[in-house]
C-alpha cells in the first residue's frame, strides 16, 4: 500500500518531482521534499538488481530503460509534467539523452531544473569525477580540518554530499518554487558541492579577521585546540562534549569538574592550554558517562554526552521533542526538521519502494494509456515489480 500522508496540507503538497536516481547527494534533496509533502517519484535504470537509495523514504519508484529512445521519450512526458526535475549526472548527460533545461523548458516552461554535481555546471572542472573528499578540498574546507600536526581529515562524507548538496539543492528548489508564484516560469538550479560546502563554511572566511582561526590547524578555539572545546573519554570509555567558551560557562565546567580555579592557568592563556587539557583528560576518567551527566545536567557548563546513533532516540530531550522515530524496520532515523508549527513534515513510515514498484501506477497517473503501458512492458522499455505482501 502506498502511504498516503495524514497531514492534509504539508508545506509542498502538490509539487511533483522526478529525482533520476543517484548516489547519496540527490537522493537526500529528493528525501527531504518528500517529508515535507512533495510527490516524489524516483526514476531508477531497469535490470537493477537492488536500489541503492537509503534515503527513498516516501518516495515511489518506476524504473525505465534510458538506453532506448522509447524509454526516453517515456521520461520526457514525466518530467514535462512535473514541477521539478532533479538531476544528479555529470555535465552533457541529459543533454545527450535529449532531456537537457533548453528542451524540457520549451515544453513547460514552469519547470525546476535542479542540477546537483560536485564542480557546477561551468568551469575546468565540470566534466571531472570526484567524491565529497575533493570538493571539501576544492572548497577551501578541508585545510582546516583536523587535530594540530596531523593530516587534513575529512568528517564523514556531511560537507559537501549533504549540507553543501543535498541541503543546499533542496533550498534552491524552495527559492525557485516560492519565486515562480510571481513569476510563473521555472529556472535551472545549478547546485555545485564545492560552492555549497564553502557557503555553508562562510563563518570560517568572515571570521578570520576577529582572530578565531589565525593559528594553524587544530590549534584555534573551535576546531580541538582549546581544551574547553574538545572531546574527553569517561572511566566506561564513552566520551563527554565540552563545549565551554564564555567565561560564565567555563567557571561552571571547573567546578562540576571538582577542580580549583585558583590552581589553574586563565582561560585564555594559549600556552597553558596542553596542560590544561591533560588535566580535564584525568578528571573526566574518574567518572562513567551516566556520572558525569548527573553532574552536568541542569548546569550551564555547555558539557554532554557523546551518544551513539542508536542512544538518541532514548535521550529524554530527544524523546520530549520526538526527535528521532523507528522506520518500518524498527531502525532509529532522525525526523525532519525544521519543525513547522501549522504544515509540518510527515515523514512516511512505510518500507522503501522496491525498483519500478509503482511502474505502472505512475504512469497511469501522467495519462499513459494501459494498452500503452502494457506494450512499454513487453518491449522492456519499462518494468514493474509488484511488491510481494511484506510480512
Known amino acids: 500500500m502506498t502511504h498516503i500522508h495524514s497531514v492534509p496540507f504539508m508545506a509542498l503538497a502538490g509539487v511533483r518531482v522526478i529525482e533520476l536516481a543517484g548516489l547519496a547527494p540527490a537522493p537526500f534533496c529528493g528525501m527531504i521534499l518528500a517529508d515535507f509533502g512533495a510527490k516524489v517519484i524516483r526514476v531508477d535504470r531497469t535490470k537493477v538488481a537492488m536500489a541503492m537509495d537509503t534515503q527513498a523514504r516516501g518516495k515511489r519508484s518506476v524504473a525505465i530503460n534510458l538506453k532506448s529512445p522509447e524509454g526516453v521519450a517515456v521520461l520526457k512526458r514525466l518530467c514535462i509534467q512535473s514541477d521539478v526535475v532533479l538531476e544528479p549526472f555529470r555535465k552533457g548527460v541529459m543533454e545527450k539523452l535529449g532531456l537537457g533545461p533548453e528542451e524540457l523548458l520549451k515544453e513547460n516552461p514552469r519547470l525546476i531544473y535542479a542540477r546537483l554535481t560536485g564542480y557546477g555546471q561551468s568551469g575546468a572542472y565540470a566534466k571531472a569525477a570526484g567524491h565529497d573528499i575533493n570538493y571539501l578540498a576544492m572548497s577551501g574546507l578541508l585545510s582546516m580540518l583536523g587535530r594540530s600536526h596531523e593530516k587534513p581529515y575529512a568528517p564523514l562524507n556531511l560537507l559537501a554530499d549533504f549540507a553543501g548538496g543535498g541541503l543546499t539543492c533542496a533550498l534552491g528548489v524552495v527559492l525557485a518554487l516560492l519565486e515562480r508564484t510571481r513569476s510563473g516560469i521555472g529556472q535551472v538550479v545549478d547546485t555545485s558541492m564545492v560552492e555549497g560546502a564553502a557557503y555553508v563554511g562562510s563563518f570560517v572566511w568572515k571570521s578570520r579577521s576577529i582572530g578565531m582561526w589565525n593559528n594553524s590547524r587544530g590549534e584555534n578555539m573551535l576546531d580541538s585546540g582549546a581544551p574547553f572545546y574538545d572531546t574527553y573519554q569517561t572511566s566506561d570509555g564513552k566520551y563527554m562534549a565540552v563545549g565551554a567558551i564564555e567565561t560564565q560557562f567555563y567557571n561552571q565546567l571547573i567546578h562540576g569538574l571538582g577542580l580549583d580555579a585558583a590552581n589553574l592557568p586563565p582561560q585564555m592563556s594559549f600556552s597553558d592550554w596542553p596542560v590544561v587539557r ?50 518500518a524496520q524498527g531502525e532509529v532515523t532522525p525526523s525532519p526538521a525544521p ?14 519502494p522496491l525498483i519500478g514498484e509503482h511502474t505502472r501506477p505512475v504512469l497511469e497517473e501522467f495519462g499513459f494509456k494501459l494498452a500503452e503501458v502494457d506494450q512499454l512492458l513487453s518491449a522492456g522499455i519499462i518494468e514493474c515489480n509488484v511488491a510481494k505482501a511484506r510480512l
Request: glycine share 4%.
Open 278 to 327: 591533560q588535566i580535564f583528560t584525568k578528571q573526566f576518567a574518574t567518572k562513567t558517562q551516566e556520572e558525569w551527566g548527573h553532574v552536568f545536567d541542569g548546569m550551564d557548563a555547555c558539557v554532554t554526552p557523546v551518544l551513539s546513533l542508536d542512544e538518541v532516540i532514548s535521550h529524554p530531550h530527544n524523546q520530549e521533542r520526538a526527535s528521532f522515530h523507528r522506520d
Open 339 to 352: 519543525v513547522l508549527s501549522r504544515t509540518p513534515a510527515d515523514p512516511c513510515l512505510a518500507q522503501d
